[in-house]
């Protein structure tokens, strides 16, 4: 398979898988976090870009390496490596819609080298990343995971982001916060309306 068609048909199946219909988001729970901007922008392209792309359709994963930015809506992650385990060939899952069919379906997505994940006013700093699609959830892990918002910093080793109910958790040992009071405000979008 050749590299740009790999790249296409990939990128179509990790759109498609990402991308599905967002369940009714509950408003988050836990420490503000980056990794939520992922549930809250299902509906925007994703685009990935990497130096190389290798599909290796016997081990069912495909690897983008060399300064990988994935991109969806306001929210970036970085990272030097993305592996992407998929049940199925990806090749025969892609039809003309560019929508993959269940035989190619994307199980994980595994960020490692150095994640950096940003949205508009945080980052979420760690090791690895890993998006299980089963359960919707992100975990990132570090020696330490850092969460910042302006001034606001919260530290620990494991991260553990629920992206369908919006609840986010410190896990594997003390967590280390600092919050300044009313350095955050609040967005006008997420009021209530009278």
């Known amino acids: 398979m050749s ?17 599905a219909p967002a369940l009714a988001q509950p408003a988050p729970s836990g420490p503000p976090n980056a990794l939520q901007g992922f549930a809250t922008n299902r509906n925007e392209p994703i685009r990935i870009n990497s130096d190389t792309l290798e599909v290796k ?6 690897v983008f390496a060399g300064k990988v930015v994935v991109t969806q809506g306001d929210t970036t992650l970085k990272a030097p490596q993305l592996l992407v385990y998929y049940d199925g060939d990806v090749a025969a899952g892609v039809q003309g819609s560019a929508q993959p069919t269940e035989s190619s379906k994307i199980r994980k997505l595994e960020a490692t080298g150095g994640v950096v994940v940003q949205t508009k006013d945080q980052t979420a700093t760690g090791d690895t990343g890993v998006f299980e699609m089963k359960t919707n959830t ?19 080793k494991r991260l553990v982001v629920d992206l369908t109910t919006g609840v986010s958790r410190f896990e594997g040992g003390r967590v280390e916060s600092l919050i300044v009071p009313n350095s955050v405000k609040p967005d006008p979008a997420a009021q209530p309306r009278r």
């Not at 992100?138 to 620990?156: A, D, E, F, S």
Request: aromatic letters at 2%.
């Open 3 to 19: 590299g740009s068609v790999s790249r296409g048909l990939l990128a179509a199946a990790v759109f498609a898988c990402l991308a």
């Open 57 to 62: 359709d016997k081990e069912k994963q495909a």
């Open 138 to 156: 992100v975990t990132m892990t570090g020696n330490p995971v850092v969460l910042t918002q302006g001034p606001n910093v919260i530290r620990g």
